[in-house]
């Protein structure tokens, strides 16, 4: 089971990883990691090594996602250490604040570069070996791709394109056994986010938001990943599996009122 994960050095990547590597040998006796970050450095081998130590056969690449070229060659490095790709699991991923009236075309246009066209050229980097392998893509999405997030510039347009990305690929690759689905987090406690999660009082406050009265962790997100590639989801395709707690459907509950009253019937 060879899986390339991008982004992997992330607070969710690493998630994803470590869930990846708590299987094996159990269920993937046979595990083979490649695991990407835009730069190479300490944070990457640092990674490379814990992984190894579970035993894992693990090779570090580094690389810019947004650059076709360099998808292209992380494919090929991948393939000739580990061989075809049974998994491409898409992490890399960013955003950034701003008011669409004031935000730089030039933040809109990374943005997307990113989070959606990045995954695009890296599936299609990787479709004559997910071909071989009847493999599978899942690209991490966001609940912000579900409902739109004033003030994060061009990242809801972004994730949401991602999901439909995914959907397409779905439906045009599916008949050649390849797979595609992607995962949205919600509030998920990472390096990332934990400045915030310092502040106990907006902690708790984000916590009573979510119907589980908990913030999610990035292993939450791993099992969900370690499902949608196994065997077990051989006949899921074209989905997207939401892992918040509970929290986007929890929209109708934040509206003052008591539920239960009786209702006004108007002749």
């Not at 397409?168 to 797979?179: D, K, P």
């Amino acid at each position: 089971m060879h899986v390339l994960i991008t982004g992997a050095t992330g607070g969710i990547g690493q998630g994803i990883c470590e869930s990846l590597c708590q299987a094996y040998p159990s269920i993937y006796p046979d595990l083979h990691l490649t695991v990407t970050s835009s730069t190479e450095g300490e944070r990457l081998q640092t990674l490379v090594h814990r992984l190894r130590a579970t035993g894992v056969s693990v090779q570090g690449l580094s690389g810019d996602v947004t650059q076709h070229q360099v998808c292209e060659q992380l494919v090929r490095d991948a393939v000739r250490v580990h061989g075809d790709i049974d998994a491409l699991v898409c992490v890399a991923g960013a955003s950034g604040p701003g008011k669409l009236e004031s935000l730089p075309v030039e933040q809109w246009d990374m943005t997307f570069h990113l989070n959606v066209r990045s995954v695009w050229v890296m599936a299609k980097a990787a479709f004559e070996s997910l071909k071989k392998t009847q493999g599978s893509i899942t690209a991490i999405a966001s609940m912000s791709g579900l409902s739109p997030h004033p003030g994060y510039g061009a990242y809801s347009p972004a994730k949401a394109a991602l999901i439909m990305l995914c959907r397409q690929l779905a439906q045009e690759w599916g008949c050649l056994g390849i797979r595609a689905n992607t995962v949205c987090p919600g509030m998920i406690r990472t390096p990332l986010t934990e400045a915030v999660y310092q502040d106990e009082h907006i902690k708790q406050q984000r916590e009573a938001l979510v119907p589980m009265h908990r913030i999610g962790r990035a292993d939450d997100i791993g099992e969900a990943v370690k499902y949608l590639i196994s065997p077990q989801a051989s006949y899921v395709n074209g989905q997207n599996l939401v892992v918040d707690g509970g929290i986007s459907d929890h929209m109708l509950s934040m509206i003052p009122g008591r539920p239960g009253k009786t209702a006004v019937v108007n002749s």
